[in-house]
Protein backbone atom coordinates (compact mmCIF):
# COMPACT_ATOMS: atom_id res chain seq x y z
CA UNK A 1 0.00 0.00 0.00
CA UNK A 2 1.24 3.17 -1.21
CA UNK A 3 1.90 5.89 1.59
CA UNK A 4 -0.54 8.68 1.56
CA UNK A 5 1.11 12.16 0.95
CA UNK A 6 -0.30 14.62 3.56
CA UNK A 7 -0.66 18.18 2.75
CA UNK A 8 -0.31 20.81 5.52
CA UNK A 9 -1.64 23.86 4.28
CA UNK A 10 0.48 27.12 6.33
CA UNK A 11 0.46 30.42 5.46
CA UNK A 12 4.35 31.18 4.96
CA UNK A 13 5.92 32.73 8.02
CA UNK A 14 7.10 36.26 7.49
CA UNK A 15 10.68 36.92 6.94
CA UNK A 16 11.09 40.13 9.15
CA UNK A 17 11.14 39.60 12.62
CA UNK A 18 10.07 41.73 15.66
CA UNK A 19 12.31 43.01 18.17
CA UNK A 20 10.70 43.20 21.37
CA UNK A 21 10.40 43.57 24.76
CA UNK A 22 8.02 43.94 27.70
CA UNK A 23 10.02 45.77 29.89
CA UNK A 24 9.03 48.55 27.42
CA UNK A 25 5.58 48.69 28.79
CA UNK A 26 7.01 49.71 32.33
CA UNK A 27 6.49 53.43 32.40
CA UNK A 28 4.62 56.84 31.04
CA UNK A 29 0.83 54.56 31.13
CA UNK A 30 -0.83 58.34 31.65
CA UNK A 31 0.64 59.93 28.56
CA UNK A 32 -0.34 59.66 25.21
CA UNK A 33 2.57 57.84 24.52
CA UNK A 34 1.31 54.97 26.63
CA UNK A 35 2.73 51.02 26.63
CA UNK A 36 -0.68 50.17 24.83
CA UNK A 37 0.91 51.40 21.89
CA UNK A 38 3.33 48.47 21.29
CA UNK A 39 1.44 46.06 24.04
CA UNK A 40 -1.85 45.57 21.40
CA UNK A 41 0.40 45.21 18.56
CA UNK A 42 2.82 42.88 19.88
CA UNK A 43 -0.24 41.24 20.82
CA UNK A 44 -2.08 41.58 17.25
CA UNK A 45 1.26 40.60 15.56
CA UNK A 46 1.71 37.27 17.80
CA UNK A 47 -1.96 36.21 16.66
CA UNK A 48 -0.49 36.75 12.84
CA UNK A 49 2.78 34.44 14.11
CA UNK A 50 5.29 37.40 13.52
CA UNK A 51 8.62 35.43 15.36
CA UNK A 52 10.14 37.87 18.05
CA UNK A 53 13.23 38.67 19.47
CA UNK A 54 14.49 40.42 22.51
CA UNK A 55 16.55 42.99 22.82
CA UNK A 56 19.84 43.94 24.99
CA UNK A 57 20.55 47.46 26.09
CA UNK A 58 22.28 49.92 24.28
CA UNK A 59 26.30 50.29 25.21
CA UNK A 60 26.71 54.19 26.26
CA UNK A 61 30.06 53.65 24.35
CA UNK A 62 26.95 53.17 21.24
CA UNK A 63 24.74 56.03 23.12
CA UNK A 64 27.91 58.39 22.78
CA UNK A 65 28.61 58.19 19.37
CA UNK A 66 25.05 60.78 18.22
CA UNK A 67 24.54 61.97 22.24
CA UNK A 68 26.63 64.60 24.17
CA UNK A 69 28.23 63.10 27.22
CA UNK A 70 26.52 65.87 29.32
CA UNK A 71 23.46 64.77 27.80
CA UNK A 72 23.35 61.60 28.84
CA UNK A 73 24.38 62.08 32.00
CA UNK A 74 21.54 64.48 32.83
CA UNK A 75 19.61 61.22 31.43
CA UNK A 76 20.99 58.98 33.56
CA UNK A 77 20.36 60.94 36.75
CA UNK A 78 16.57 62.17 35.78
CA UNK A 79 17.55 66.04 35.46
CA UNK A 80 16.05 66.49 31.71
CA UNK A 81 12.48 67.37 31.85
CA UNK A 82 10.38 68.94 29.05
CA UNK A 83 6.08 69.55 28.59
CA UNK A 84 6.14 66.21 26.31
CA UNK A 85 8.77 64.68 27.34
CA UNK A 86 8.93 63.24 31.53
CA UNK A 87 11.82 62.15 33.09
CA UNK A 88 10.00 59.07 34.75
CA UNK A 89 11.98 56.81 36.89
CA UNK A 90 14.39 54.76 35.19
CA UNK A 91 13.66 56.62 31.84
CA UNK A 92 17.37 56.13 30.97
CA UNK A 93 17.17 52.23 30.87
CA UNK A 94 13.62 52.28 29.44
CA UNK A 95 15.52 54.41 26.76
CA UNK A 96 18.98 52.13 26.40
CA UNK A 97 16.87 49.07 25.36
CA UNK A 98 14.91 51.02 22.82
CA UNK A 99 17.83 52.27 20.99
CA UNK A 100 19.33 48.12 21.54
CA UNK A 101 16.34 46.85 20.02
CA UNK A 102 17.26 49.31 17.09
CA UNK A 103 20.91 48.30 16.74
CA UNK A 104 19.08 44.59 16.55
CA UNK A 105 17.33 45.54 13.96
CA UNK A 106 19.76 46.86 12.11
CA UNK A 107 21.99 43.55 12.33
CA UNK A 108 19.04 41.27 11.56
CA UNK A 109 17.52 43.67 8.83
CA UNK A 110 13.92 43.40 11.68
CA UNK A 111 11.38 46.08 12.75
CA UNK A 112 12.27 46.90 16.63
CA UNK A 113 8.25 47.62 18.19
CA UNK A 114 9.98 49.30 21.01
CA UNK A 115 9.45 52.38 22.57
CA UNK A 116 10.70 55.57 23.64
CA UNK A 117 10.41 56.48 20.74
CA UNK A 118 13.40 58.42 19.53
CA UNK A 119 13.54 60.62 15.95
CA UNK A 120 13.06 64.26 17.52
CA UNK A 121 15.90 63.43 20.39
CA UNK A 122 18.71 65.44 18.84
CA UNK A 123 22.94 65.42 20.17
CA UNK A 124 22.01 67.23 23.43
CA UNK A 125 18.20 66.90 23.57
CA UNK A 126 15.20 68.78 21.87
CA UNK A 127 16.95 69.65 18.29
CA UNK A 128 17.03 72.56 15.86
CA UNK A 129 15.43 74.87 18.57
CA UNK A 130 12.69 73.11 19.33
CA UNK A 131 11.10 73.89 22.40
CA UNK A 132 10.55 69.68 23.14
CA UNK A 133 12.17 66.36 22.49
CA UNK A 134 8.57 65.35 21.37
CA UNK A 135 8.41 62.27 24.01
CA UNK A 136 12.23 60.89 22.52
CA UNK A 137 15.08 60.45 25.09
CA UNK A 138 17.99 59.09 22.89
CA UNK A 139 17.48 58.89 18.75
CA UNK A 140 17.03 54.91 18.20
CA UNK A 141 17.30 55.14 14.56
CA UNK A 142 20.61 57.09 14.80
CA UNK A 143 22.75 55.28 16.97
CA UNK A 144 21.68 52.12 14.90
CA UNK A 145 23.20 53.90 11.53
CA UNK A 146 26.04 54.66 13.43
CA UNK A 147 26.41 51.35 15.14
CA UNK A 148 26.63 49.53 11.86
CA UNK A 149 28.90 52.79 10.57
CA UNK A 150 27.60 51.98 6.92
CA UNK A 151 26.48 54.02 4.22
CA UNK A 152 22.62 54.78 4.77
CA UNK A 153 19.52 56.10 3.04
CA UNK A 154 17.11 57.11 6.33
CA UNK A 155 13.61 57.43 5.10
CA UNK A 156 11.44 58.70 7.60
CA UNK A 157 7.76 57.92 7.10
CA UNK A 158 6.40 59.24 10.52
CA UNK A 159 4.03 61.75 10.07
CA UNK A 160 6.45 64.56 11.98
CA UNK A 161 9.83 65.64 11.01
CA UNK A 162 11.98 64.10 12.60
CA UNK A 163 14.37 66.89 13.98
CA UNK A 164 16.69 65.11 15.33
CA UNK A 165 17.68 62.98 13.31
CA UNK A 166 18.16 65.69 10.76
CA UNK A 167 20.37 67.68 13.19
CA UNK A 168 22.47 64.68 14.10
CA UNK A 169 23.00 63.65 10.30
CA UNK A 170 23.37 67.24 8.82
CA UNK A 171 26.67 67.36 5.75
CA UNK A 172 26.65 64.40 6.73
CA UNK A 173 28.34 62.27 3.40
CA UNK A 174 27.53 58.69 4.29
CA UNK A 175 23.76 59.23 4.91
CA UNK A 176 20.93 60.92 3.40
CA UNK A 177 17.59 61.45 4.87
CA UNK A 178 14.12 61.72 3.45
CA UNK A 179 10.97 62.51 5.53
CA UNK A 180 7.90 62.85 4.48
CA UNK A 181 5.81 65.14 6.86
CA UNK A 182 2.80 67.33 7.88
CA UNK A 183 3.12 70.66 7.97
CA UNK A 184 3.11 73.44 9.38
CA UNK A 185 3.00 71.18 12.36
CA UNK A 186 4.83 69.76 15.75
CA UNK A 187 8.35 70.03 15.46
CA UNK A 188 7.86 73.29 13.01
CA UNK A 189 10.88 72.18 11.27
CA UNK A 190 11.43 70.46 7.92
CA UNK A 191 9.90 73.36 5.56
CA UNK A 192 12.39 72.76 3.29
CA UNK A 193 15.48 70.24 2.24
CA UNK A 194 19.01 71.07 3.39
CA UNK A 195 21.75 69.65 1.61
CA UNK A 196 21.50 65.91 2.36
CA UNK A 197 18.57 66.16 4.51
CA UNK A 198 15.59 66.04 1.73
CA UNK A 199 12.16 67.35 3.75
CA UNK A 200 8.59 66.63 1.67
CA UNK A 201 6.24 68.63 3.42
CA UNK A 202 2.51 67.76 2.97
CA UNK A 203 -0.64 69.40 4.51
CA UNK A 204 -2.83 67.56 7.30
CA UNK A 205 -5.06 65.00 5.75
CA UNK A 206 -3.54 65.11 2.28
CA UNK A 207 -4.69 61.77 1.56
CA UNK A 208 -3.08 58.22 0.63
CA UNK A 209 -2.70 59.85 -3.44
CA UNK A 210 -0.98 62.23 -3.06
CA UNK A 211 1.20 60.96 -0.26
CA UNK A 212 2.56 58.23 -2.35
CA UNK A 213 3.22 60.23 -5.04
CA UNK A 214 5.59 62.44 -3.01
CA UNK A 215 6.88 59.27 -1.78
CA UNK A 216 8.04 57.75 -5.20
CA UNK A 217 9.09 61.56 -5.70
CA UNK A 218 11.52 61.67 -2.79
CA UNK A 219 12.80 58.35 -3.78
CA UNK A 220 13.20 59.05 -7.71
CA UNK A 221 15.79 61.58 -6.39
CA UNK A 222 18.00 59.42 -4.60
CA UNK A 223 20.73 58.11 -5.83
CA UNK A 224 19.62 54.26 -3.71
CA UNK A 225 23.04 52.62 -5.47
CA UNK A 226 25.45 54.59 -2.87
CA UNK A 227 24.29 53.08 0.02
CA UNK A 228 24.36 49.82 1.76
CA UNK A 229 20.78 49.44 3.97
CA UNK A 230 17.85 51.47 4.38
CA UNK A 231 17.04 52.61 7.75
CA UNK A 232 13.60 53.64 7.82
CA UNK A 233 11.78 55.58 10.54
CA UNK A 234 8.26 54.39 10.92
CA UNK A 235 5.33 56.02 12.58
CA UNK A 236 1.49 55.68 12.13
CA UNK A 237 0.42 58.91 13.34
CA UNK A 238 0.33 59.29 9.52
CA UNK A 239 -3.34 57.11 9.83
CA UNK A 240 -6.73 59.16 9.57
CA UNK A 241 -7.58 60.48 12.90
CA UNK A 242 -4.30 59.77 14.75
CA UNK A 243 -1.93 62.57 16.00
CA UNK A 244 -0.20 63.81 12.80
CA UNK A 245 -2.77 62.38 10.30
CA UNK A 246 -2.31 62.88 6.72
CA UNK A 247 -5.64 60.35 5.97
CA UNK A 248 -3.55 56.92 5.35
CA UNK A 249 -4.84 53.68 6.34
CA UNK A 250 -4.01 50.32 7.09
CA UNK A 251 -4.07 49.48 3.02
CA UNK A 252 -1.66 52.90 2.49
CA UNK A 253 1.10 51.58 4.92
CA UNK A 254 0.96 48.52 2.53
CA UNK A 255 2.04 50.38 -0.52
CA UNK A 256 4.77 51.92 1.27
CA UNK A 257 6.24 48.88 2.16
CA UNK A 258 6.09 47.63 -1.29
CA UNK A 259 7.42 50.89 -2.70
CA UNK A 260 10.49 50.11 0.50
CA UNK A 261 10.70 46.86 -1.06
CA UNK A 262 11.70 48.16 -4.66
CA UNK A 263 15.06 50.03 -3.68
CA UNK A 264 16.50 46.77 -3.32
CA UNK A 265 18.50 46.89 0.03
CA UNK A 266 18.98 45.33 2.90
CA UNK A 267 16.47 47.29 5.04
CA UNK A 268 15.64 47.35 9.06
CA UNK A 269 12.57 49.50 10.66
CA UNK A 270 11.89 51.39 13.65
CA UNK A 271 8.89 51.99 15.24
CA UNK A 272 8.64 56.01 16.15
CA UNK A 273 4.81 57.25 16.77
CA UNK A 274 1.02 56.11 16.20
CA UNK A 275 -0.61 56.73 18.92
CA UNK A 276 -3.56 53.73 18.49
CA UNK A 277 -2.43 50.50 19.58
CA UNK A 278 -4.47 48.37 17.50
CA UNK A 279 -4.10 50.31 14.48
CA UNK A 280 -0.01 49.71 14.71
CA UNK A 281 -0.35 46.40 14.90
CA UNK A 282 -2.46 46.35 11.79
CA UNK A 283 -0.27 48.82 10.16
CA UNK A 284 2.71 46.93 10.93
CA UNK A 285 1.53 43.77 9.28
CA UNK A 286 0.29 45.31 6.34
CA UNK A 287 3.64 47.55 5.87
CA UNK A 288 5.37 44.19 6.30
CA UNK A 289 3.24 42.12 3.87
CA UNK A 290 4.12 45.14 1.23
CA UNK A 291 7.49 44.72 1.86
CA UNK A 292 7.80 41.23 1.60
CA UNK A 293 5.66 41.10 -1.17
CA UNK A 294 2.77 39.03 0.02
CA UNK A 295 -0.82 39.19 -1.06
ZN1 LIG B 1 5.16 61.28 14.87
Not at 142 to 151: D, E, F, L, N, T
Not at 225 to 231: H, K, L, P, Q, S
Not at 248 to 253: P, Q, R
Request: aromatic share 10%; proline share 4%.
Amino acid sequence: MKKSLICVWMQPAMKTKIIFSEKCLGYGAWHIEGPQRVKMAHEILKEKGYEFLEPDAASEEDLLKVHEAEYIWNLKKGLVEDSDTPAYDNIYEYARLSAGAAILAAKINGFSLMRPPGHHAGRSGAALGVYTRGFCYLNNIAIAVKAIGKPALILDVDGHHGNGTQEIFQGDEKVVYVSLHRYPYYPGTGAYSEGNCLNFPLPADCGEQRYLETLDQALGIVDVGRFEVVAVSVGFDTHLGDLASLGLTENSYRKIGERIAALKKPTFFILEGGYVGAKNGKGIDQFLRGYEGEL
